[in-house]
Structures are given as C-alpha cells and as structure tokens.
C-alpha cells in the first residue's frame, strides 16, 4: 500500500495507459462492424453485391476512390445516407483513408436500416498499396 501511495501517478498513469489500448477492442465490438481485408471485400463486391462506401473527407480522396464506391464525406453521412441504394440487407463495406474513422460511421448507417456492415481494414491506403483497381471520382 505504501508503493501505491508514494507512486500514485505512476498507477494512474498504468491505468489511463491501458484504458487506451482497450477503447478500441471495446469500440469495435460496440460499432457492429465486422473487419475485412481486401481479399474478402473482393468476394462480397464479386459474390454478394456489396455496396461500398468510401466516407473520406473531400481534402483527403486524392482523386481516386475503390472502382464501384458510393463516396459520401463522413462530415455529411448522418444526412445522405439515404442516397445509398440498393437493399438495405446487402453487405455495406466503409472504407476511409486509413480504416480508423470507419468504424464511427455504423451508428448513421444502423439508423438508415442497413444490416450487414463492414470495415475495410487499413482503408483505402491498403487497398491501393495491394494493387487493387481505383477510378477517378
């Protein structure tokens, strides 16, 4: 008890330390969204018609998105997720610039009435670095 007492920042520290690295298991397990690479995201758009959506903000698309995406910034999802078509029971994969904001864009999607919800893992700069087909937007 004395060690805790004398190093109660250091405690604190451990504490706040490995909450941090725990928010995004938790977070991800919250969202309802499942991972997939680029590998599975190419069987649902092949196999199951998967609608995918590129939510990357206007500054960050660099001219280029996943061949097929729906590009709806995420600063404006909550408002157009009604643009996306098809049936709502389809997979929906959510791709950003690097797959960390992604996973914030569930609870608009849930509300629109989608259902089956993925998140690419590493974003688009993944998909890219693999070589995998893009078009201009």
Do not use: C
């Not at 004395?2 to 919250?30: C, D, E, K, T, Y």
């Amino acid at each position: 008890m004395q060690f805790l007492a004398n190093n109660w920042m250091l405690v604190l520290i451990m504490f706040m330390s490995g909450a941090m690295l725990l928010f995004p298991l938790i977070q991800r397990r919250s969202s309802g969204m499942s991972e997939v690479g680029n590998v599975r995201m190419t069987y649902l758009m092949n196999r199951e018609d998967a609608v995918v959506l590129d939510i990357r903000e206007a500054r960050d698309v660099g001219g280029t998105k996943v061949i097929g995406a729906v590009h709806i910034p995420f600063s404006q999802l909550k408002d157009r997720a009604g643009e996306i078509k098809g049936d709502k029971t389809k997979p929906v994969i959510v791709y950003d610039a690097r797959g960390q904001r992604s996973m914030m864009a569930s609870g608009a999607l849930k509300n629109a009435g989608f259902t089956q919800l993925y998140n690419l893992n590493g974003g688009f700069k993944a998909w890219a670095e693999a070589g995998l087909p893009v078009e201009k937007l």
